[in-house]
């Protein structure tokens, strides 16, 4: 099993450029969010989905773009990127809003210079 | 909105010496708890949940944690420690929203360090 996929792994973007951070699962599962991950921050939540058509804002929202058209893709989209999402991002799926919890991609290292 | 709070940043400790990472929540309605493990250059790893039923929750790697209402924590136990225990620990809790969201929102971590 592939589980959650992220691609790429490292990025190195200029301040205004766009860009989309892939993920893909292959479990079937319904919910699908984008966390960022900063020192001493832990991971914060971007967006979320609960199913191909409908996602919603997490925490910090601010900057980044979601859709999700599949139940295996979600992918998120920086529309000008800003040293300030110089970050680890990680993906996440479950099969349920709390049973089962959420299985983690590996992550993508963004820096933005 | 509920919300999750780890104390402690960093908890060096000895290998086969116990430990205690402390996480507390906000909020003791309908609570939903999660203790997440992340070892370097990785992503997380489910450790063990708490849903409803019983509070001492076993987990893997010889972990547990204890659900307590009324001081609204849930703390992460190990018995003896080893060397490959040494990862970054994470709690987290659902946030349920009015509109039927259920968001899964994260502490700040604590990064176990386990000593020869």
């Known amino acids: 099993n592939a589980g959650v996929t992220q691609t790429p792994k490292f990025q190195v973007l200029k301040t205004g450029q766009s860009m989309t951070l892939q993920c893909a699962q292959d479990m079937n599962h319904e919910y699908m969010s984008w966390y960022r991950q900063d020192p001493g921050m832990g991971l914060r939540l971007i967006h979320y989905s609960v199913g191909a058509g409908i996602t919603d804002q997490g925490e910090v929202p601010n900057g980044y773009n979601v859709s999700r058209s599949t139940t295996e893709d979600f992918p998120l989209r920086l529309l000008s990127a800003a040293p300030s999402q110089t970050s680890v991002y990680f993906c996440?799926?479950?099969?349920?809003?709390?049973?089962?919890?959420?299985?983690f991609g590996s992550g993508t290292r963004l820096t933005v210079v | 909105a509920q919300s999750v709070t780890q104390l402690d940043s960093q908890v060096p400790v000895f290998e086969e010496a116990p430990v205690e990472l402390r996480c507390n929540y906000s909020s003791s309605v309908s609570v939903y708890l999660f203790w997440y493990v992340q070892y370097p250059n990785q992503g997380l790893q489910l450790l063990l949940k708490?849903?409803?039923?019983?509070?001492l929750v076993k987990g893997i790697n010889g972990f547990e944690a204890e659900f307590n209402k009324s001081q609204t924590s849930f703390h992460l136990r190990k018995p003896s420690v080893h060397i490959s225990d040494t990862a970054e620990y994470f709690c987290?809790?659902?946030?349920?929203?009015?509109?039927?969201?259920?968001?899964?929102?994260f502490g700040s971590g604590t990064r176990l360090l386990v000593r020869p």
């Open positions: 708490y849903l409803s039923g019983s509070t």
């Open positions: 996440a799926s479950s099969r349920s809003r709390v049973n089962y919890g959420y299985t």
């Open positions: 987290a809790v659902i946030d349920r929203g009015g509109d039927s969201s259920y968001k899964l929102i």
